[in-house]
């Protein structure tokens, strides 16, 4: 069999919320994200018996760009009898979402602390800039900018080649940075309008926390095709080794599809699942690669369960070795039309 097509960069992700009003308001009035609504599933065939039967209790929501494109669909799964989840080993430290450019960054910070949003940063990370916060349910997000890109620390050409140490981060890391001033720097203006600047761009980066670097390593290069594109540490402490996966074909990496986590060896601090915490990252595939990449991962040694018919998508999901669920998820059909009313209704039930 021949190689799957590669994958371009992500589809969506998946996020356990406790209260859908809340949570509406805040993707769509403060983030400026739009509804929309999924189309039904075409096929009701009964799902393979290993997949889980869906939670009648679980509503999905899903907000998006406004052309609704993959990359930019995060997906809202109302479970109101969860636990609090969080982060760690096998699960999502945090998402971040893109931005133009550093002014941008700026007005969010604005127009979220006007909101009661607490953010901290503007940060420096070298490869783009960064703002931090936290959705209602205790999420952690981050608005990044789209440059100055990876090349900033080796060449575009041959990116993941080296370790990145942390002298190379100077001026950087967490001990180095006057948060003073950095916490003080803000837009100086109210912010109520979101311009085309600031307008986000789908996700810009995923991070999570595996235990094993080299299995994860492994995953993402030899079993999902993504290149390893930077290995360094984590500037806020200068020691956790943090390396990221991409699309990436020898001169850039492609918006929409850097993956980053962190290394704790040997940690049993396990991610889980629940309210506040990411459930699923979901790759896009091309609609007539389904099957290839089916055949792919099994013949790799990977469970699969699906394709499941979610309506917007088919998806084959899977885990990756420390844990975390990962779906391969169809452009098509794509998304339906927009649910312009910001009322949440309970007629899409989440298919685990
Ligand atoms: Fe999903
Ligand atoms: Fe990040």
Redesign the pocket.
């Known amino acids: 069999m021949s190689a799957p097509p590669e994958i371009p960069g992500f589809h969506?992700v998946?996020m356990t919320i406790g209260d859908p009003d809340r949570s509406l308001r805040f993707w769509t009035d403060v983030l400026g994200l739009h509804r929309w609504d999924s189309p039904p599933p075409a096929d009701p065939a009964p799902a393979p018996v290993s997949t889980p039967a869906p939670d009648p209790g679980e509503a999905r929501f899903l907000v998006a760009d406004a052309d609704g494109s993959p990359g930019s669909i995060v997906?809202l799964v109302h479970a109101p009898e969860a636990p609090s989840g969080r982060w760690g080993v096998g699960g999502i430290h945090h998402v971040a979402l893109g931005t133009e450019d550093r002014p941008a960054l700026l007005r969010w910070k604005r127009r979220l602390e006007d909101r009661k949003f607490p953010v901290s940063g503007p940060y420096d990370r070298g490869y783009f800039h960064s703002i931090y916060f936290r959705d209602p349910d205790g999420h952690v997000m981050e608005i990044a900018t789209r440059g100055p890109g990876y090349d900033v620390d080796e060449p575009a050409d041959a990116l993941g080649e080296r370790f990145i140490e942390a002298d190379a981060h100077e001026g950087r890391l967490r001990e180095q940075r006057d948060e003073e001033s950095i916490q003080t720097t803000s837009h100086p203006e109210p912010v109520d309008e979101i311009d085309g600047e600031m307008v986000l761009r789908g996700i810009h980066h995923i991070t999570g926390i595996t235990d094993d670097l080299a299995e994860a390593d492994r995953f993402h290069r030899f079993l999902l095709g993504l290149p390893l594109v930077k290995r360094t540490v984590n500037q806020d402490d200068g020691k956790t080794k943090h390396w990221f996966w991409a699309r990436y074909d020898g001169r850039e990496v492609a918006p929409r599809s850097a993956m980053t986590l962190f290394g704790w060896p040997g940690s049993d601090y396990r991610g889980r699942d629940g309210r506040g915490a990411t459930r699923?990252v979901?790759w896009r595939i091309p609609d007539h690669a389904l099957d290839d990449w089916h055949v792919h991962l099994e013949t790799e040694g990977i469970s699969v369960v699906g394709p499941v018919d979610?309506g917007f998508t088919r998806?084959l999901s899977f885990r990756a070795p420390d844990g975390l669920v990962v779906?391969l998820?169809t452009d098509g059909p794509g998304l339906a039309e927009r649910a312009l009313e910001s009322t949440p209704s309970s007629d899409h039930t989440e298919s685990p």
């Open positions: 969506h998946s997906e699923h979901a979610r998806s779906h998820a």
